[in-house]
Structure formats: structure tokens, C-alpha cells
Nanobody
């Protein structure tokens, strides 16, 4: 089974950048997709971006133009580059893998905090 693990969160000032990573051995089989979600403290989880099985990348309106997915297949890693961060981007960021049952998994999350 794919067991994603996130890393790379941290604290940054408004306008800064961070890159979070999702390490998911077995993900790049061509049958799995990945979502990035975020959940601010005390609020509902929000979908952020998607990497489809075909390699297409999709973004929510709130992050489009500021966030970008990239991959490093040799490291079994999907990155979410976050630029021009805003305080409202503060949240726990999690990756979720989807597809056939063996593809499905959730990471534990990594905290991103943006101060004004």
C-alpha cells in the first residue's frame, strides 16, 4: 500500500515561500493520483490541488497562480511549491493518494504558518 508522508512545513512571513513534500513510495505506478488538502485550526478541510494519474495538475481558485505541483520520480516525491503566501494559507497540509485500493492513503500532515 502507498503510505504518504509529508515534510517541509514551517513558518514564513506574508509574501514568502515554502515547499512541502509528499513522499509516497509506489505512487508513480501510473495508477495512483494525489490530492493536497489543508485544514486551518477549527475549520473544515479544504481541497487545494490535484495530480491526476495522467500527470495533469489542478488547483483551487484560492491558490491558483501561487501554488505549483512538481514531481521527483527518483525520490518517490510530489512537491507543492507555495509562493506569495498569505496569512489565510495557514493550515495543516496533507497529501492523499487515491485510485485502486492499494493506492489509497493519507499522510499525517505538516503545519504551514504564515504571519502578517
Amino acid at each position: 500500500a502507498v503510505r504518504p508522508v509529508e515534510s517541509g512545513g514551517g513558518s514564513v512571513q506574508s509574501g514568502g515561500s515554502l515547499r512541502v513534500a509528499c513522499i509516497a513510495p509506489g505512487f508513480f505506478s501510473g495508477t495512483c493520483g494525489m490530492n493536497w488538502h489543508r485544514q486551518p485550526a477549527g475549520a473544515q478541510r479544504e481541497w487545494v490541488s490535484r495530480l491526476t494519474r495522467e500527470g495533469a495538475m489542478e488547483y483551487s481558485d484560492s491558490v491558483a497562480g501561487r501554488f505549483a505541483i512538481s514531481v521527483d520520480k527518483a525520490k518517490d516525491t510530489v512537491y507543492l511549491q507555495m509562493d506569495n503566501l498569505k496569512p489565510e494559507d495557514t493550515a495543516m497540509y496533507s497529501c492523499q493518494t487515491w485510485g485502486p485500493s492499494w493506492c489509497r492513503g493519507w499522510g499525517q500532515g505538516t503545519q504551514v504558518t504564515v504571519s502578517s
